[in-house]
């Protein structure tokens, strides 16, 4: 139910989004423009891992700012606090791992791709954006509460999401190298296991946020 | 109270017990290592508080959550420069690229960063429920940072990636119980210093009310 008003929301304004897919695409081309082509593979990896971390995080700031503090009320009274958590996490999910995908493609495309694997780097890919979406929805989430959304964000989840990123970038490192799935397994595996935690994390904290 | 008390005749014996060692670089030992377990325990005490504070609504308990995070940020930076010393002797260098180092600052980002989110709020009650959600969710990941990352990469650090522990082979049979005490010691210190600023924080919160 209410997955499904974040996406009629979301087509509602569709500028929005298209704004996102247009941020991303421009930096991308701007990455181009400046590297022309990348062979070595750190850089490569390192570059879009920061491609996508500023666009998820433009693109989840509006999580909570879409909804007037009118409509929020209106949810307070009706909505389970945990459900309303549930389908914003989702919904990001959604948009990143769709933005992330999308992004990956065109970066691919104009920059060269060193990657052999294609299932695991989707995999990373999957399992970096739902890390990426869950814990930048409940940051949001403080930040929108704290009053100036925009500023705290950045400030707030950078240095929790760290330990996140640095995970996703060895793992992704380790697919873009070649090397074999054993070696870095553990990555996926902790990554699988900070998305879970993050995604309880959110459950447990987000109805003391609710109440205002 | 109690604990003052407690703490005060501690902190003398502690002090005795450092002081009565210098030079020879093992000895940094009981400041630098001492700082870590000590703040990580300050953590600890300033992650319970935010959730006690989010279950009872007690604004004594945000108090103690921002003066025990105040507190082990205080010795996070000193065991940063001690251990920037010690680096310096025995790595050749006071900053290397090593997940340890690079958990300690992140770590002390994100508790900047719980500060910051805590001025920007002027309203008592909602600071102090947004600096919970924050601080928990900051301790989670940085549990994860500090106490899982660096061991499943290498590290210079004895005891991870590889390396031995101390305390296997070189640490004196003498020096064990020192070590333990100064833990003690400067974790005592710490809640001494964070019930001062409480006890202040208390007095200015009733001095403000009472100007209203």
């Known amino acids: 139910m209410l997955l499904w008003k974040e996406f009629t929301l979301e087509f509602r304004n569709r500028n929005a989004l298209n704004g996102i897919v247009l941020y991303v695409f421009s930096t991308i081309f701007i990455a181009y423009q400046s590297f022309r082509s990348v062979s070595d593979v750190p850089v490569w990896n390192a570059l879009l891992w920061i491609i996508l971390l500023f666009s998820s995080v433009n693109a989840v700031n509006k999580t909570f700012q879409n909804d007037g503090s009118g409509r929020q009320y209106y949810f307070y009274l009706l909505a389970d606090p945990v459900a309303v958590i549930l389908s914003k996490i989702l919904y990001n999910i959604i948009l990143l791992t769709f933005l992330s995908l999308v992004s990956a493609a065109f970066y691919s495309l104009v920059l060269g791709n060193p990657v052999q694997q294609y299932g695991n780097f989707i995999l990373v890919l999957l399992l970096g954006s739902i890390g990426l979406s869950s814990l930048l929805t409940m940051v949001s989430a403080i930040s929108y509460k704290s009053g100036n959304a925009m500023g705290m964000i950045a400030v707030l989840g950078f240095p929790i999401m760290i330990p996140l990123l640095i995970t996703i970038i060895k793992a992704s490192k ?12 553990k990555y996926l595996v902790t990554m699988a296991g900070l998305d879970i935690l993050i995604i309880a994390l959110s459950v447990i904290l987000f109805p003391y946020l609710w109440r205002d | 109270m109690l604990l003052m008390v407690y703490a005060i005749p501690m902190s003398l ?3 005795v017990s450092v002081q009565t060692i210098l030079h020879e670089t093992i000895r940094n030992l009981y400041f630098h290592v001492t700082m870590w377990f000590s703040m990580f325990i300050l953590f600890v005490v300033s992650m319970i508080n935010a959730v006690m504070f989010l279950r009872s609504g007690n604004l004594l308990h945000d108090h103690r959550s921002e003066m025990y995070a105040r507190t082990s940020l205080l010795f996070g930076f000193i065991g940063i420069f001690t251990g920037m010393i010690w680096a310096n002797f025995t790595w050749g260098a006071p900053w290397v690229n090593d997940p340890q180092l690079n958990g300690a600052a992140i770590t002390i980002l994100s508790y900047l960063a719980y500060l910051v989110l805590r001025s920007s709020v002027n309203d008592a009650q909602k600071k102090a429920r947004l600096a919970a959600v924050y601080n928990i969710f900051a301790f989670t990941l940085m549990f994860v940072l500090i106490g899982i990352l660096p061991r499943i990469n290498d590290s210079l650090h004895p005891g991870k990636g590889g390396n031995p522990g101390f305390g296997s082979y070189d640490l004196a ?10 833990i003690l010691a400067w974790t005592l210190v710490g809640v001494w210093i964070s019930q001062i600023q409480v006890k202040i924080k208390i ?8 100007n209203i």
């Not at chain 1, 380790?174 to 397994?185: E, K």
């Open chain 2, 13 to 15: 014996i502690g002090e």
């Open chain 2, 173 to 182: 049979p003498a020096m064990r119980p020192v070590f333990y005490m100064s």
């Open chain 1, 174 to 185: 380790g697919v873009a190298d070649g090397l074999p799935f054993s070696t870095y397994s």
């Open chain 2, 203 to 210: 007095q200015q919160s009733k001095f403000k009310s009472d």
